[in-house]
C-alpha cells in the first residue's frame, strides 16, 4: 500500500483529517461533525452583509440613490449589494466603512469592537505600571 492511500485504491495522497474521517465512518458508521459557534463564524455572508449595510443606510435617514451616488457605484450594484447578490472591491469597502464610521468588521462579519472596553483595560494596565515604576 502507497503511503497517503487507502488500500492502494488511490494515487493521491489524502489529508490525516480526511483519512480520520473515513476511518471513522468505516468503522463506527458516523463521522464526526465541526462544532460551529455562531460567534467563531469567520465566514462571509453576502446576505448579512447587504443587511448591515440596508441598516446603516436607513440609520442616516438615506435612500439607496443617496447613497450609490455619495459611493460614486451604480443604484444597480447598490440593490445587488443590498439584497447579498453583489459584494464590492476592498476600496469600496473601506470607502463604506468610513463614510459610516464603522469598521470593515462589522461590515463584514458584523462583529463589533468593543473600543472603550479595550481602552479601559489598557488604561488600568498602564496605571498599575506607573504605580509599580514608582515604587522602584
Known amino acids: 500500500m502507497k503511503p497517503g492511500c ?26 464526526l461533525q465541526p462544532v460551529m459557534r455562531k460567534e467563531d463564524n469567520m465566514y462571509f455572508d453576502p446576505e448579512q452583509y447587504g443587511k448591515r449595510l440596508r441598516e446603516l443606510r436607513l440609520l442616516h435617514g438615506m435612500t ?47 462583529k463589533v469592537s468593543d473600543r472603550v472596553a479595550e481602552r479601559t483595560k489598557i488604561l488600568t494596565v498602564i496605571a498599575e505600571l506607573s504605580e509599580l515604576a514608582k515604587s522602584f
Do not use: W
Open 64 to 110: 439607496q440613490e443617496e447613497l450609490a451616488e455619495e459611493l460614486h457605484i451604480s443604484l444597480d450594484h447598490m440593490r445587488k449589494m443590498e439584497k447579498g447578490r453583489r459584494t464590492c472591491s476592498i476600496d469600496l469597502l473601506v470607502e463604506i466603512s468610513v463614510y459610516f464610521k464603522v469598521s470593515t468588521d462589522y461590515l463584514l462579519t458584523g
Open 6 to 31: 487507502v488500500q492502494n485504491i488511490c494515487a493521491i495522497p489524502i489529508s490525516a483529517a480526511f483519512f480520520c474521517a473515513v476511518f471513522l465512518l468505516h468503522t463506527t458508521g458516523k463521522v
